[in-house]
């Protein structure tokens, strides 16, 4: 079946050591995105992918970077984890331009920062 | 700008009781509505979706209406199960002034369906 697949489903790093979430696309949709989901909060875009262009949210922090190599792969990196940055990730593609397409969900990894 | 406004929950219920989630949005243009499920542990889904002025979207027996009037679009069930059980979210899609598409999501109502 085709869908988005993020590895891994749990992720537990340390204060200030990089980590990267991974998410992996077989819809061939143009549009990736990256979001953050804290406890009982609303999913917040942090950025997206509309084929290479990356668009960056005006409060993402820094801290935050994303790769997209290719259509399939996107990557988020966090450079440097605090507290804070403990959340669901949550990585969904859509097909490119159409308001009524919906977004596809992978099932997200939980972060962790020790 | 645009946001999207649902009522708080968590929303309790028994089994085979009516259910009703609130949503009311704010937007410029003809957006299109959406409403998401998450279980426990998992990604969002989408539940149903409406993409003009009365159109209503339906799926596993929950429904909304698109009402332009009243910028609302409610989620309705007419006899809930435990396993509805979920935090729902409605969401709203339109055209940034970039020409890209926005998804902006309400705060979520978590529903609990008792035995």
């Known amino acids: 079946d085709a869908m988005v697949i993020q590895n891994p489903r749990y992720q537990v790093t340390q204060f200030g050591k990089p980590v990267t979430l991974s998410c992996s696309q077989t819809?061939?949709?143009?549009?990736m995105y990256w979001y953050q989901q804290k406890s009982s909060q609303a999913p917040k875009l942090l950025f997206h992918?509309?084929?290479?262009?990356?668009?960056n949210e005006a409060d993402t922090p820094d801290n935050f970077q994303s790769r997209r190599p290719n259509t399939s792969f996107c990557f988020l990196d966090i450079r440097s984890p605090g507290l804070g940055d403990a959340a669901m990730y949550l990585c969904?593609?859509?097909?490119?331009?159409?308001?009524?397409?919906?977004?596809?969900f992978g099932n997200g990894t939980r972060l962790t920062v020790t | 700008g645009n946001s999207v406004t649902q009522m708080e929950g968590p929303v309790t219920l028994s089994e085979e009781a009516f259910l009703t989630i609130n949503c009311t949005y704010t937007?410029?243009?003809?957006?299109?509505l959406f409403w998401y499920v998450q279980y426990p542990g998992e990604g969002l889904q989408l539940l149903l979706k409406?993409?003009?002025?009365?159109d209503k979207g339906s799926n596993k027996g929950f429904e909304a209406t698109y009402r332009k009037e009243t910028t609302s679009f409610h989620l309705e069930k007419g006899s809930v199960q435990v396993s509805d059980s979920a935090v729902y979210f409605c969401?709203?899609?339109?055209?940034?002034?970039?020409?890209?598409?926005?998804?902006?999501f309400g705060s979520g109502t978590r529903l609990q369906v008792q035995p």
């Open positions: 969904a593609t859509s097909r490119v331009g159409r308001l009524d397409s919906p977004l596809h």
């Open positions: 819809l061939n949709h143009n549009v």
């Open positions: 992918y509309y084929d290479k262009d990356f668009n």
């Open positions: 937007a410029t243009g003809y957006p299109s």
């Open positions: 409406a993409t003009k002025a009365d």
């Open positions: 969401a709203l899609s339109s055209t940034m002034d970039t020409g890209r598409r926005a998804l902006t």
